[in-house]
């Protein structure tokens, strides 16, 4: 007969955190950490079609394949995966498919200026978008300060989480930028004709 499991009264996020948490057996928590982690970008393809609404079977006659295929991919691993797989769910269920291949994990600040750069390289296309079409416009001048914000807000945020002595002086300059922030956004765009 087995035992009936006492409550914890723990919410747990995850049944991975369940089982790190409560699993006596250490045989049976490495087993299950590695059949978790080799699944992570499958339950991605997944959650992705469910949150969509879309069956194993609708998703099936649009990629077109039988349905049993994609049980297949969804309930193996991420090493039995094909590029193919993943640019079939990309185009069925309208998302973009993004490949990025790096050495090792860069460090926090190299990672930062990536994706500055990538914001940067984002918002001049949509300055270009701006200059070449005038009904854009107005909502391309709207997003920049927003973003801007936001920005503002993300930075502000992270300097709280420095020691105090130090994130006084860093807050006081953001304070200053957010107020004259109004015509900074702007000066991207050219004035409306």
């Known amino acids: 007969?087995?035992?009936?499991?006492?409550?914890?009264?723990?919410?747990?996020?995850?049944?991975?955190?369940?089982?790190?948490?409560?699993?006596k057996d250490p045989s049976f928590k490495k087993a299950?950490?590695?059949?978790?982690?080799?699944?992570?970008?499958?339950r991605m393809l997944s959650a992705?079609?469910?949150?969509?609404?879309i069956t194993q079977s609708q998703l099936a006659k649009k990629i077109g394949c039988g349905q049993p295929r994609i049980s297949k991919i969804e309930n193996g691993t991420d090493n039995q995966l094909r590029i193919q797989d993943l640019s079939d769910y990309a185009r069925a269920l309208d998302f973009k498919l993004g490949l990025n291949i790096n050495?090792?994990?860069?460090?926090?600040?190299d990672e930062i200026k990536r994706h500055a750069f990538e914001i940067k390289r984002r918002l001049d296309q949509l300055a270009?978008?701006?200059?070449?079409?005038?009904?854009?416009?107005?909502?391309?001048?709207?997003?920049?300060?927003e973003a801007f914000f936001n920005m503002l807000r993300i930075f502000e945020k992270a300097v709280g989480k420095l020691p105090t002595k130090k994130q006084r002086d860093l807050i006081d300059v953001f304070t200053d930028i957010g107020s004259q922030s109004q015509e900074a956004c702007h000066d991207k765009l050219p004035a409306k004709r």
């Open 1 to 23: 007969m087995t035992a009936t499991p006492k409550p914890t009264g723990k919410r747990f996020s995850s049944v991975n955190e369940l089982v790190k948490t409560t699993s």
């Open 128 to 145: 270009e978008l701006a200059n070449k079409d005038d009904n854009i416009y107005e909502g391309v001048s709207d997003f920049f300060g």
């Open 48 to 53: 992705v079609r469910a949150a969509k609404g």
């Open 103 to 109: 050495a090792k994990p860069g460090k926090a600040v």
């Open 32 to 42: 299950f950490e590695e059949d978790f982690q080799s699944k992570k970008i499958v």
